[in-house]
């Protein structure tokens, strides 16, 4: 059983910076992909970014060059850089984990087996 524990939510206000981190336990395989979805209240969840174990790394254009997801196999954890935050932002922040790599499906919250909890990102003007 794979089990996804985020951390590092906050307030912020807007050009501020947070990494948020997901701690991974069990075993996921040597195939995966591993994203960041967010929603925001009266939205649906949407992909922010997502790394597979082939080295991709798509992003959504809205974070584009402000957001960064990287892995550490070492300490099987999972980060998401977000540097310039904006109001829009803000949302509940999820990571995910897939046991077979995504490509074009990254963005299709149906294809993850396995979700954190969530942690709260809130972004003030």
């Known amino acids: 059983q794979v089990e996804l524990v985020e951390s590092g939510g906050g307030s912020v206000q807007s050009g501020g910076s947070l990494r948020l981190s997901c701690v991974t336990s069990?075993?996921?395989?040597?195939?995966?992909?591993m994203a960041w979805f967010r929603q925001a209240p009266g939205k649906e969840c949407g992909g922010v970014a997502e790394i597979d174990s082939h080295g991709l790394t798509p992003y959504a254009a809205s974070v584009k060059g402000r957001f960064t997801i990287s892995w550490d196999n070492a300490k099987k954890t999972l980060y998401l850089q977000m540097n310039n935050l904006e109001p829009e932002d803000t949302a509940l922040y999820y990571c995910?984990?897939?046991?077979?790599?995504?490509?074009?499906?990254?963005?299709?919250?149906?294809?993850?087996?396995?979700w954190g909890q969530g942690v709260q990102v809130t972004v003030s003007s």
């Open positions: 069990g075993y996921i395989g040597n195939e995966y992909s």
């Open positions: 995910a984990a897939a046991e077979r790599v995504l490509l074009w499906r990254w963005l299709s919250v149906d294809e993850y087996n396995y």
